[in-house]
């Protein structure tokens, strides 16, 4: 039974390697420059400002180019105030829990306000009082902070 199995094994050893050798060559067949279109990249950054080179359209690969802006830009592009304020914030803001302004209270948010928007956002960036960090949302990006501290303002005056 073993010299069955181990002939079964034998062919089978042989038959991938055939098979391998023959894909192998017919990989090495192929046009080079097939290869290069295939794996050539579909896009490519320029700078605005800066001339983009056409090394790739010598290549005769259709190129897309997209133009980025190093330059701030003023839109927003983070995510909803009112999305992160609903998740994030509403907890104690909504509550007055440990003593947190709550939204829309004017008398509450008056003397946080005449601190000025710096200040407020270096509270919620380190924390203050039994605020945590960021008030509990970690991902949120300095920014995203900001416009979220203006929603609950903007709400509270």
């Not at 960036?125 to 949302?137: E, N, T, V, Y």
Request: with cysteine; aromatic share 6%.
């Amino acid at each position: 039974m073993t010299s069955l199995s181990s002939r079964f094994f034998r062919r089978l050893l042989f038959i991938s390697s055939v098979f391998l050798l023959t894909n192998n060559a017919y990989a090495t067949n192929q046009n080079t420059n097939d290869i290069a279109t295939r794996i050539a990249p579909v896009g490519k950054v320029c700078i605005v400002g800066q001339q983009c080179d056409s090394a790739t359209k010598a290549q005769h690969v259709a190129v897309n180019t997209v133009a980025v802006n190093t330059e701030k830009e003023s839109a927003y592009s983070g995510r909803a105030p009112e999305k992160i304020y609903n998740t994030y914030c509403i907890a104690c803001h909504s509550t007055g829990a440990a003593g947190a302004p709550r939204i829309g209270n004017t008398k509450e948010w008056k003397p946080h306000i005449a601190k000025g928007m710096d200040t407020l956002l270096k509270d919620a960036i380190k924390g203050i009082g039994a605020m945590p960090p960021r008030g509990i949302c970690t991902n949120c990006s300095d920014e995203e902070l900001q416009h979220t501290i203006q929603y609950m303002v903007d709400k509270s005056q």
